[in-house]
């Protein structure tokens, strides 16, 4: 009998960002997603809150907590626009890659 290796759903990468987090208070924003951008892909070295949405978004401290080195995936639609707040003193780079 074979072992089985449980994998990720394969998606295509469409746009990668990366942004480098500022300490304090102030809600950092990701450009719209592209056409065909139907799920991405968050992870930060620090934790953030995080808000996506139709428009633009501001993140505060009561939205979605997204803990340090954890990678996650949202289901999103094109055109919309994401944002992520630190309280955090230390410094890293928040990254966002777009999937179709």
């Known amino acids: 009998m074979g072992n089985y290796l449980d994998r990720q759903h394969s998606s295509r990468i469409i ?3 990366a942004t480098a987090i500022t300490s304090g208070t102030v809600s950092q924003s990701a450009t719209a997603f592209s056409a065909q951008t139907y799920q991405i892909r968050v992870t930060s070295p620090i934790g953030v809150w995080i808000r996506y949405g139709d428009g633009a978004q501001t993140a505060v401290a009561t939205d979605t907590y997204l803990p340090a080195n954890v990678i996650e995936y949202f289901t999103v639609a094109p055109g919309q626009t994401f944002a992520f707040l630190s309280t955090s003193t230390s410094s890293g780079m ?3 890659t ?3």
């Open 15 to 17: 746009k990668s960002q």
């Open 94 to 96: 928040f990254s966002l």
């Open 98 to 100: 777009e999937m179709g």
